[in-house]
């Protein structure tokens, strides 16, 4: 099963976004989605499991949970925005993956047999962290993930 992981968006959702996404079985997004709008976009390319952010307001943004866990494969995924607001210990619910945002910083890492992936930001830059996504593959219980840095073409500026 291949995931595409995204987080962040805060309403901009970049045509090279969904494109890295594509050939997802599934796509997960982290939080602070922005609009309805980034999630339809990303259900033209697979389904998408999506939580709440922080800055996610309004009718459509409370029908997203703070927290949900599910099946992706042979694994059990954690998704929430914030890895701060994690408070449960995944290796006791035999959870495998946890994908968080909030940051804008991508990161892989594992800790205790469990991988934790923030994609980073694909919405609009700040600072100068990179615009990314991330991929997972699950083939039974293993889990593989990379992360996706976003070229974004530079504008130009008349003179």
Do not use: Y
Request: glycine fraction near 10%; aromatic fraction near 2%; charged fraction near 25%.
């Amino acid at each position: 099963m291949k995931l595409g992981l995204i987080s962040d968006t805060h309403g901009l959702i970049r045509p090279e976004a969904l494109e890295a996404l594509r050939g997802s079985d599934l796509i997960l997004h982290a939080g602070d989605v922005g609009s309805a709008d980034v999630l339809a976009a990303l259900r033209t390319i697979a389904p998408v499991r999506a939580v709440r952010g922080n800055n996610d307001r309004g009718t459509w943004a409370r029908r997203l949970p703070e927290r949900r866990t599910l099946r992706a494969g042979g694994v059990l995924v954690h998704l929430l925005h914030d890895l701060k607001d994690l408070h449960i210990d995944p290796r006791q619910r035999s959870i495998a993956l946890v994908v968080s945002g909030h940051s804008h910083r991508p990161v892989i890492r594992e800790d205790g047999g469990v991988l934790f992936v923030n994609p980073g930001s694909a919405g609009p830059r700040r600072f100068s962290l990179p615009v990314s996504i991330g991929r997972c593959e699950i083939a039974g219980t293993r889990v593989d993930a990379h992360l996706i840095s976003i070229q974004i073409p530079s504008r130009r500026i008349k003179r």
